[in-house]
């Protein structure tokens, strides 16, 4: 699977998880020179604390494109070190 935004391929991996519809990559995955701070965080009732990242690409800001549930609950253990997007990012074979 390819995370694309803005022309670039921010994450591959064969190795995703798929939670509600979201392809989750391992963070390994991530092409880190393309993702940027964000302090944005939203709060799941089964998953526990969402941190964003945002993506940084070509110039062009893609604020909190991309989340991570760093310590999830119990039942959501399956997605800890991985990363979802959304905003526009395609997840594609």
């Not at 494109?65 to 039942?75: I, Q, R, S």
Request: hydrophobic share 40%; glycine share 6%.
């Amino acid at each position: 699977m390819q995370a694309v935004w803005n022309g670039v391929v921010v994450a591959e991996s064969d190795d995703t998880v798929v939670v509600e519809g979201n392809h989750y990559f391992p963070e390994s995955a991530l092409k880190r020179e393309f993702f940027t701070f964000s302090n944005h965080k939203t709060t799941c009732h089964w998953k526990g604390q969402a941190s964003y990242l945002s993506l940084l690409v070509n110039g062009e800001l893609n604020a909190d494109a991309a989340w991570t549930y760093p310590d999830p609950k119990p039942e959501a253990q399956a997605i800890q070190g991985r990363v979802a997007f959304w905003k526009g990012v395609q997840v594609k074979p």
